[in-house]
């Protein structure tokens, strides 16, 4: 979570960035357009927020607009900062997973490695084995001549 709240959004041209979510406040924001509206500087802007409206519309009814689209863009930045913490999350889980996995890996390898080693020994003890039963059945042989 402290990743994302200093989360740093690259900007095209003419898109607004916020540089950290945290400061970012509804009420601020508002009682900035207010401050900006009575000192009539919002009216300037207005053309471009409000598709199709120019100075018709009072004061009043731009700030109501202009609030209700900025509950609409924080609640989609609150949505955005949602998902962003969770896919933090879920990917700390697959990092954790996969180290886990590695470390797995790791271990099944030596014991592949010890079991192979094991393998390799026991076919020289059977092979070795092998020769004295070879060995000693041709004693055995010889030994039965001798007695007949």
Do not use: W
């Not at 009682?31 to 900006?36: F, G, P, Q, V």
């Not at 990917?91 to 590695?102: A, C, F, M, R, Y």
């Amino acid at each position: 979570s402290s990743k994302i709240r200093n989360l740093e959004v690259r900007s095209a041209d003419d898109v607004a960035v916020l540089e950290d979510c945290i400061d970012f406040s509804l009420a601020k924001t508002s009682s900035k357009m207010e401050e900006k509206s009575e000192r009539g500087g919002l009216l300037d802007c207005l053309d471009d927020n409000i598709p199709g409206v120019g100075h018709e519309i009072g004061a009043e009814a731009q700030i109501r607009f202009l609030k209700a689209k900025l509950r609409v863009t924080q609640e989609e930045l609150d949505s955005a900062v949602y998902e962003c913490r969770k896919t933090a999350d879920e990917n700390q889980n697959l990092k954790s997973q996969l180290k886990h996995t590695e470390e797995e890996n790791t271990r099944l390898q030596r014991t592949i490695s010890v079991q192979h080693s094991q393998t390799e020994k026991y076919k020289m003890m059977l092979q070795d084995a092998n020769k004295k039963s070879e060995r000693l059945q041709q004693e055995v042989i010889a030994l039965q001549k001798v007695l007949q």
